[in-house]
């Protein structure tokens, strides 16, 4: 059974980009993720940088898994709504430059079908994804409590170009969902695997856990990556927590362990 392919997102460092790429390294992981709007910016990166980039992370034995472009408002909301997709557009460029095909970007809850908000959601992602096959960096949506059958509908009415899948499997438990299950039905669509884990309360909602500490059932998941062939990788992420440096270098220790191979 082929390795994993284990990320780290830089951010959860805290660090400088050198200092994020060493931890990455000390940690085991063998891929990194960076944040391209407040960790690293276009603006700031000209070609000259770009190459310096590509060349540390080469001299670092690294792979630069995917980018991720944090959202203040939801995807559909109509209030700066062309500012924000020209920025997405020009992470996904910037994207690019650096070497990724891959952008995560977490839109917000999907809206109801056949509602007006679906409908603008639906244009505004078949336009994203047009985009995508003249940039060369797909867009990897991460879910935000949807069920596996509102996230098929959403991919079945994209048509205009490539759309994939983040598959969190925090964010299924949290909306109650076996993410075991989940990525059964889902498969085909993952273009990214992100790492995080949570515990689902009894009122309905979750909690962010370290990877291992919650109700992901990482024993039956992991080898289903295997089981579909995924080629992309599986990214350790912490947005909560203390200490989220420590927690992100434990879970890809943690996925690394032979235990899962």
Known sequence: ???????????????????SLQLAVDCGATAVQFDVRDEIRAVDFGESACR???QRLAEQRLHLASVTFPLRRTLYDPQHLEDRLQAIKTAMQFGWQLGATVLTLRPGRIPEAESKEFSTYVEILND???LSNHVGVTIAL???NESPEALETLFDAIKA???GLDFDPAAFVTAGHAPHKAFRQLHSHVLHFTARDAIRDVDGSGVEMAVGKGQVEWIELLPLLHEAD???SVTAVRT?????AGDV????RFLNSSDFR
């Open 1 to 19: 059974m082929a390795a994993l392919r284990v990320a780290v997102a830089t951010r959860c460092f805290g660090a400088s980009l050198l200092d």
């Open 52 to 54: 310096q980039f590509k």
């Open 128 to 130: 994203l994804a047009k």
């Open 142 to 144: 991460t879910p935000t």
């Open 161 to 163: 170009g490539p759309l």
């Open 230 to 232: 995924y080629r992309g």
């Open 240 to 244: 909560q927590g203390d200490d989220r």
């Open 249 to 252: 270098a434990r879970a890809v």
